[in-house]
């Protein structure tokens, strides 16, 4: 099922290209194995396909020297933010360069009156936060790792906030963007909307550095709320729990987070982060707004679940409780590891329409009962969009074909429920056998635009689509 297969390397090119590099870059490039290795794909269970040298560029100069050096001698290119990605989004296949963008990390500009920020790809999300909290804005989009800007806007990432505030793509205003040729572009300027040409930022946006390197990028902002209110109830059933939030959404409420969490999620984070929840199917909620609306927004979920037959509604009475929810929220994917120590943990996600959310959940706890596999599932429940992960033994072959087996069958089943085999996490590699199932001929278009944006296949070679 994890596809890493290797592609044909250019070997007298990328020795010219290891050559060239270390001339042009110095210490801002290195070939050791150990960091190499640490350029591969790490998080998960797909093979670690390291780089063949590693380089740090300071600038958009200095990437699009890296890519034109590249193409001319036809060497595949890879961008790497912090390495968070889970399916296989920064492995080498071909071998080639690794362009670490951790040090282009400054804020260019923040233009707090049109509520837009510009930022080099190296910016983490949480540094940008903390940048911009004096001047009462923040940035919404939180995939829960303090993932960098121009990965988040590459994997078109999502996260707790999305409900409200969207995705990605909703929230990136334009991009500079270097080409396979190295040439610099820019796919849009700072105006909140426009009907000039083909929209080129939607196109990179979530291209995973199959159509360019991103080198700078322009973001909407949000005002910080003048209350934030966070809680958490528990429900008898995973089933009873998604109704809530399928009621919570038809009825408009808006709700800033509603993130369930099943009876294994959070015995893993009672453990992990040390709370006391209850050891139910739990969902927690966040509401953003005025004072009144805050208190408005939180009495109509209560009845809600009331509704639903949950129970236990409490609201955080503190910041530092609300915010010590989150973080156990946040650090789920390692609490969930604690649950069978010594596996690997392998995190899948699917996305459905609301309306069949439970259906898909349940059944999903229900096939992983069959195939005696671990697996607690998390997820961002107001989009339907939630996480499977499996705990797996990967010296036990049986078990790992098992757990091969119910990745594909959710995919399929996803797909089925007229979902998407991945909410938030990418194709990568991983994904790519499913792109085709979900979206059809959709795939003969994208291979053509891959193909005339980059004829050599020289960027991020063996992602997404197989050209």
């Known amino acids: ?87 296989g989004h920064v492995n080498a296949p071909a071998g080639g360069i690794s362009v670490d963008l951790s040090e282009m990390n400054r804020i260019l500009a923040v233009h707090a009156e049109d509520l837009d920020v510009v930022v080099q790809p190296g910016v983490t999300r949480e540094d940008l936060n903390t940048h911009l909290r004096d001047r009462g804005l923040f940035f919404p989009i939180d995939p829960g790792a303090n993932a960098s800007i121009g990965g988040m806007a590459a994997t078109r990432a999502s996260g707790t906030n999305a409900v409200r505030y969207g995705t990605m793509k909703d929230n990136v205003i334009g991009l ?40 700078e990028i322009t973001l909407r902002l949000q005002g910080i709320p003048e209350a934030i209110s966070a809680a958490r109830c528990s429900f008898p059933s995973v089933d009873a729990a998604c109704q809530a939030t399928m009621m919570a959404i038809q009825y408009g409420l808006p709700v800033a987070r509603i993130e369930l969490l099943d009876v294994l999620s959070v015995r893993a984070i009672n453990t992990y982060s040390k709370l006391d929840l209850p050891e139910e199917p739990l969902l927690l909620l966040e509401f953003h707004g005025s004072e009144a609306s805050v208190a408005e927004q939180a009495e109509t979920f209560r009845a809600i679940v009331e509704e639903v037959g949950g129970s236990g509604y409490r609201a955080a009475a503190t910041t530092e409780e609300r915010n010590r929810l989150w973080q156990a929220r946040h650090d789920a994917y390692w609490a969930m590891q604690t649950l069978r120590p010594g596996t690997q943990a392998f995190a899948t996600d699917v996305c459905v329409p609301i309306s069949r959310l439970a259906e898909c959940v349940t059944a999903s706890q229900a096939k992983l009962a069959e195939l005696e596999l671990i697996g607690p599932i998390a997820g961002h429940v107001g989009d ?46 991983g994904k790519m056998p499913y792109l085709e199932k979900e979206l059809g001929p959709a795939t003969v278009t994208m291979r053509a635009i891959k193909r005339a944006m980059d004829p050599h296949n020289i960027l991020n070679p063996g992602k997404i689509v197989a050209v």
């Open 384 to 429: 339907g969009n939630f996480h499977t992960a499996l705990l797996v033994d990967m010296d036990d072959a049986q078990e790992r074909a098992r757990a091969d087996a119910f990745t594909g069958w959710l995919a399929d089943l996803a797909i089925s429920m007229d979902g998407t085999c991945t909410g938030e996490h990418g194709i990568g590699q």
């Open 1 to 87: 099922m994890v596809h890493t297969t290797a592609l044909p390397r250019n070997e007298t090119g990328i020795e010219t290209v290891l050559g060239i590099l270390k001339q042009r870059f110095g210490e801002k490039f290195q070939t050791g194995q150990s960091i190499r290795e640490q350029h591969g794909h790490t998080t998960t269970w797909i093979v670690n396909q390291a780089p063949d040298g590693v380089v740090y560029p300071q600038d958009t100069d200095d990437v699009s020297q890296i890519v034109r050096i590249c193409a001319a001698h036809k060497v595949p290119v890879i961008p790497f933010g912090t390495g968070t990605s889970l399916e």
């Open 176 to 215: 500079e963007v270097v080409t396979a040729d190295g040439t610099v572009m820019r796919t849009a300027n700072r105006a909140k909307k426009s009907s000039a040409g083909y929209d080129l930022t939607r196109l990179m946006v979530g291209s995973e550095g199959t159509l360019g390197l991103i080198t």
